[in-house]
């Protein structure tokens, strides 16, 4: 399937956007290309764009300095928005870093384009209210999951989200975002298998 229409049906399922209304943004979407490793955005910048992904894995992490290590927080993967919310929709500098995990594909649209949308067409702004309040669904999922979920609920969680997440990101990577260590990860897979 032609990446735009990819990207108008993922909208259309989501807000239920006409293709008279879709039809408005096409100009302003752009395609690129990342190498595994290469930064979407890094820290300390604003974020400007809304990434759809066509392909790949991307994380977004935070470095902690207390401990030197890296701290995954939420995935994205095939046919999902992208973005560090919290600097995208305040235009802010951003406390985090988005990378590529894998080789991947998006399309992408600058902030400033996609606010033009939501002024000029109430399909648009339905689907910007839409999409934030999925946003904020998911990263107060995360913290919950975080504060009263088990590692076991929060990977089987991950597995139903993001099925194919573990064919592409190395194991120490999922144990982080799940807040625990390689060895307990390998554990709750090995009992969830039997």
Excluded at 27 to 49: D, T
Aim: hydrophobic share 35%.
């Amino acid at each position: 399937m032609d990446p735009l229409d990819r990207l108008r049906s993922t909208i259309g399922n989501i807000s239920g956007m006409s293709q008279q209304d879709f039809d408005l943004s096409k100009a302003y979407w752009h395609p690129k290309a990342y190498k595994k490793g290469e930064f979407y955005n890094e820290y300390r910048n604003v974020c400007k764009y809304l990434g759809f992904i066509l392909t790949g894995v991307f994380r977004i992490y935070r470095f902690d300095e207390r401990s030197g290590t890296e701290r995954n927080m939420l995935f994205f993967t095939n046919d999902q928005f992208m973005s560090p919310y919290k600097s995208f929709f305040s235009q802010m500098s951003c406390d985090y870093y988005t990378e590529a995990m894998t080789a991947a594909d998006i399309l992408y649209i600058h902030y400033d384009h996609l606010q033009h949308l939501y002024k000029t067409s109430p399909a648009w702004e339905r689907f910007g209210r839409i999409f934030a309040e999925s946003a904020l669904h998911s990263v107060m999922s995360n913290t919950e999951g975080m504060l009263f979920k088990s590692a076991e609920e929060r990977y089987q969680e991950l597995v139903s989200i993001h099925p194919d997440i573990f064919d592409a990101v190395p194991l120490y990577h999922i144990a982080s975002y799940l807040g625990i260590e390689g060895p307990s990860l390998s554990r709750i897979r090995k009992r969830l298998k039997q």
